[in-house]
T-cell receptor, first 110, second 111 residues
Framework: NAGVTQTPKFRVLKTGQSMTLLCAQDMNHEYMYWYRQDPGMGLRLIHYSVGEGTTAKGEVPDGYNVSRLKKQNFLLGLESAAPSQTSVYFCASRTGPEQYFGPGTRLTVT | GENVEQHPSTLSVQEGDSAVIKCTYSDSASNYFPWYKQELGKRPQLIID?????GEKKDQRIAVTLNKTAKHFSLHITETQPEDSAVYFCAASSGYSTLTFGKGTMLLVSP
C-alpha cells in the first residue's frame, strides 16, 4: 500500500496562475482533508470531505476549491494564486479517528 | 469554533530529562485529543491519543493526561533521546470529524 500520496512535491507559481494539487489514498478511507502549514501557525484546515461527492469548508477556505469525484482522490485547486498562498500543503485521510498524512507539497507563489 | 492553545513554542532539554508540553482547548464538546510528531521535512504522524472518558494514557516513554474540568491536556516524554527532537502538535476534536491543531512545540534534545 502506498498510503496517502500527493502530486506534485514542489511547485512554483506566478501570481494569478492556477494549479491543482492531487491527493490519492489507497486505504479506502471515507474522510479526506486538505491542510496548509505555515511557520508558527500549525496545521490549518482548508477543506474536507466526508465521502465521495461531498466537500465542506474548513478554517481557511478562501481562495481554494476542492473536488472529490472519486473516493480515492481529493483535489485542491487554486484559481488565481496569491503570494499569501505560499505554504506547505498536506493532505490527510481516515476512517477511524487517526488521520494519515501525505508527504506534503511545497508551493511558492512569486 | 474550537480554539487550541499550545505551550511552550520551543523546548530545549538534555538527553535523559523529561519534557512536558501543555495544551488548552475551548470547546467543552471536544472529546478526542491526539498528539502528532513531525520530524523536519516529514509528514505529521500520530504518536498517542486520548478520549474524554480517560484521564491518562501511557505508551512506553510517552504519556498524555487530560483534565476535562480545566480543559487542558498534556504530553509527557520521559528519558528523552535525540531522536525525540521534532515538532509536536496537539489537537482537539468533537466526534473525530475535524481536528483543530495547536501551533506546535519544537522540542530539541541535546546529547
Amino acid at each position: 500500500n502506498a498510503g496517502v500520496t500527493q502530486t506534485p512535491k514542489f511547485r512554483v507559481l506566478k501570481t494569478g496562475q492556477s494549479m491543482t494539487l492531487l491527493c490519492a489514498q489507497d486505504m479506502n478511507h471515507e474522510y479526506m482533508y486538505w491542510y496548509r502549514q505555515d511557520p508558527g501557525m500549525g496545521l490549518r484546515l482548508i477543506h474536507y470531505s466526508v465521502g465521495e461527492g461531498t466537500t465542506a469548508k474548513g478554517e481557511v477556505p478562501d481562495g481554494y476549491n476542492v473536488s472529490r469525484l472519486k473516493k480515492q482522490n481529493f483535489l485542491l485547486g487554486l484559481e488565481s494564486a496569491a503570494p499569501s498562498q505560499t505554504s506547505v500543503y498536506f493532505c490527510a485521510s481516515r476512517t477511524g479517528p487517526e488521520q494519515y498524512f501525505g508527504p506534503g507539497t511545497r508551493l511558492t507563489v512569486t | 469554533g474550537e480554539n487550541v492553545e499550545q505551550h511552550p513554542s520551543t523546548l530545549s532539554v538534555q538527553e535523559g530529562d523529561s519534557a512536558v508540553i501543555k495544551c488548552t482547548y475551548s470547546d467543552s464538546a471536544s472529546n478526542y485529543f491526539p498528539w502528532y510528531k513531525q520530524e523536519l521535512g516529514k509528514r505529521p504522524q500520530l504518536i498517542i491519543d486520548i478520549r474524554s472518558n480517560v484521564g491518562e494514557k501511557k505508551d512506553q516513554r510517552i504519556a498524555v493526561t487530560l483534565n476535562k474540568t480545566a480543559k487542558h491536556f498534556s504530553l509527557h516524554i520521559t528519558e528523552t533521546q535525540p531522536e525525540d527532537s521534532a515538532v509536536y502538535f496537539c489537537a482537539a476534536s468533537s466526534g473525530y470529524s475535524t481536528l483543530t491543531f495547536g501551533k506546535g512545540t519544537m522540542l530539541l534534545v541535546s546529547p
